[in-house]
Every structure is written in C-alpha cells, then in structure tokens.
C-alpha cells in the first residue's frame, strides 16, 4: 500500500546571516548609554560640562529641599528666570562656597542679581559667567539618603565582599587537566 504523503525534505540548518549582529549591537547600545552618561553626567573638573550639587539649606523652598542633588550643565548664556549653581567669587565673604539659586537680574559680563525662592533679599555676591557651575538640568529629590548609605563601612565592605566573591567565582580558575593531576599522556 502505498501512502499519499510525501516524506519531508530533511530540514537543512540555517545559518543566521549576522551571526554576531546581537552581540555588535549590544556593544553599540553600551558605548552610546556610557557616551550619553560621559555627555550630561561628567563633571566639570574632569573637563565635562555638568557638575552636582548638593542643596542644603532652605532658601530655595519649595522647588529644592535640603537632600537635593540637582544636576547643573554649564551654558554658553544664561537668563534671568534660570536656577543656577554659582561659586562665591575670590576676594568676598564666604569665596569657594557653592549656592544655587535664581537669577533675578544682572548680566554675566558685569555680574547677575540672585536671589533664592523663599528670601526677600537678593544675595550679596554678583558672579560674572565664569563662576557660574550651570544651570539646573536635573533635580533627585532626597539622594543624601542613597550618598550617605554609600558612605557607611557596612556598604563599603559588602561591596568589597561581593566583588572578591565574583571574582573568584567567575575568574575561570585555570585548566581542567592541570587541576586534575595532569594529562593522560602522564598517567601512562
């Protein structure tokens, strides 16, 4: 007897025409993410154009609260409305400290007027363009919580830990035939 279905060709392995088209554009992925970060993260004294700043106190409540880390990217021009993170200029009171506040008027060739949100008084130094860190890019409301977890010894010593672990677990450990005593030609 004779049967009315044809026997299937065998399946013939298909071989991917890019067979490493995932792995390139993983690696595509991961040089763009670490180029973006590069771009808006790194800081100014490593020749980026962003610094990070921490708010502390209350004179720019209620739009940032102390715990704020606010991310600022310098500009080639600010404007009167913009938030912006300033050095105190040499030769004044308090010269070096960081204060973010709001610029209310001025100009940056001959000094801008700041003034925090929750004072009545503009602020006493006048900083030109060139002792201004940036404007606000970025507020991440409350992170002292997760900088002050990161500088505990506990957290510290965890990481120490766990980087020793994957390194000795996954370090590759060698050759089998050497661990094992040696080759098979050295047993005969």
């Known amino acids: 007897m004779r ?10 392995a298909l071989r991917p025409r890019l067979p490493h088209a995932r792995k390139v554009a993983l690696i595509a992925a991961q040089l763009a993410f670490v180029a973006a970060l590069l771009w808006f993260c790194l800081p100014q004294g490593f020749g980026g154009r962003a610094d990070w700043v921490l708010v502390s106190g209350t004179s720019m409540l209620p739009h940032l609260h102390t715990g704020d880390v606010v991310l600022v990217e310098h500009q080639s021009a600010y404007h009167v409305g913009e938030v912006v993170a300033y050095r105190v200029p040499k030769g004044q009171v308090g010269a ?3 204060v973010i506040h709001r610029i209310v008027g001025g100009n940056g060739r001959t000094g801008w007027t700041l003034q925090g949100d929750n004072r009545t008084a503009a602020d006493l130094w006048h ?6 860190l940036g404007a606000k890019l970025l507020r991440i409301p409350d ?17 120490a830990g766990f980087g020793i672990f994957f390194w000795v677990a996954f370090s590759g450990g060698g050759d089998s035939d050497d661990a094992a005593g040696g080759t098979q030609e050295g047993l005969r």
């Open 143 to 159: 992170a002292w919580l997760a900088l002050r977890f990161l500088h505990t010894p506990l957290f510290l010593g965890l990481l």
């Open 3 to 12: 049967s009315s279905v044809l026997p299937l060709a065998p399946r013939v």
């Open 127 to 132: 900083p030109t363009d060139r002792n201004v």
């Open 96 to 98: 070096g400290y960081v």
